[in-house]
Nanobody, 129 residues
Framework: QVQLVESGGGLVQPGSSLNLSCAAS????????VGWFRQAPGKEREGISC????????YYIDSVKDRFTIGRDLGTNTVYLQMTNLNPEDTAVYYC??????????????????????WGQGTQVTVSS
């Protein structure tokens, strides 16, 4: 059974950092693109970052570029999202998804991820003073 579990969220002050993890069971994450999504209260879910197989390509939306870093931990079959300089606009539930692909087009891949079935629990990130 394939399962992705997000963790690492919490309540932090503006300017703080958090490291989120997406842990996989039932599949080897390094064989798939992995995307991070978030849904803020009252807003639609948005894809914020994606990493290709083999880590050769990464993608970030403008609002998190230069603050967030996506990467893999092959030893634990996880994908992490290092988040720095957090601000209240980053408050959301964060989710991860994995998808096999043949050509790395992050927008297309993340759109496909978003429509590939029910979402997991996610992990809550709250940025507040």
């Amino acid at each position: 059974q394939v399962q992705l579990v997000e963790s690492g969220g919490g309540l932090v002050q503006p300017g703080s950092s958090l490291n989120l993890s997406c842990a996989a069971s039932g599949l080897t994450l390094n064989h798939y693109a992995v995307g991070w999504f978030r849904q803020a209260p009252g807003k639609e879910r948005e894809g914020i970052s994606c990493i290709s197989r083999g880590d050769s390509d990464t993608y970030y939306i403008d609002s998190v570029k230069d603050r967030f870093t996506i990467g893999r931990d092959l030893g634990t079959n996880t994908v992490y999202l290092q988040m720095t300089n957090l601000n209240p606009e980053d408050t959301a539930v964060y989710y991860c998804r994995a998808r096999y692909y043949t050509h790395f087009n992050p927008t297309q891949i993340m759109n496909a991820m978003a429509s590939s079935g029910p979402w997991g629990q996610g992990t809550q990130v709250t940025v507040s003073s």
